[in-house]
C-alpha cells in the first residue's frame, strides 16, 4: 500500500450542520431596525394625514358655499337654520348630502345656521381638530385670525362657522 496513509481509511465525520432558522440575536436586530424605520416614518405620515384633512375640509366648504350661494341666487335668501347633521331645507340637490350628514374631516358634524338677521354661515360644529389646525384651515380660507373674517372661532376648540353673510 503505497501512497495510502493511515488517515484516509478513518470514517469521515459528517459536516456539521447549522440548525435553520434565525438566532434570537438576529431577530431582535431586525426588530429594532423596523422600530427604527416607523419612528421615522411616523411624524412624516401624521404631518400628510393632517395636511390631508386640512385641505378636504377647506374643499368642503367651498364646495358647500357653492351650493348655499347657488340656492340664495335662485330663491332670493339663504335656507332656513338647519341642525347639526341635518341637510337644511331646499339643499337636497345642490348639497351632497352624504357628505354633509357624515362627520368631517377634522372630527365635527356640519350644521347651517341662518339667524334670521342678516347671518348665515356654514359651521363646523363639535370639531375635535387642534387649535393650530383650525388655525392652518383659517389661512387658507381668509386670513388665518379665527377672531375676525370669513372664517371664526364661535366657541373656543369645538365650534367654527364660515360666513356667507354676516
Known sequence: MTGL???????????????????????????????LIALLA????NRIRRAAQTK???????????AFEGYATMNGSFPPNATSGVVPIGMNSDLRPS????????????????????????VAAQVTAPLSQMVEIDALI?????????FQEVIPGTRYIYFMKQ
Open 142 to 150: 381668509d386670513d388665518g385670525d379665527l377672531t375676525a373674517g370669513l
Open 99 to 122: 357628505v354633509w350628514r357624515a362627520t368631517n374631516s377634522i372630527g365635527g358634524l356640519w350644521n347651517w345656521d341662518n339667524d334670521g338677521m342678516g347671518r348665515a354661515g356654514i
Open 56 to 66: 378636504r375640509f377647506v374643499n368642503d366648504v367651498r364646495v358647500f358655499a357653492q
Open 42 to 45: 411616523l411624524p412624516a405620515f
Open 5 to 35: 496513509t493511515m488517515r484516509s481509511f478513518l470514517p469521515c465525520a459528517p459536516p456539521r450542520r447549522r440548525n435553520a432558522g434565525f438566532s434570537i440575536i438576529e431577530i431582535m436586530i431586525v426588530v429594532v431596525i423596523i422600530s
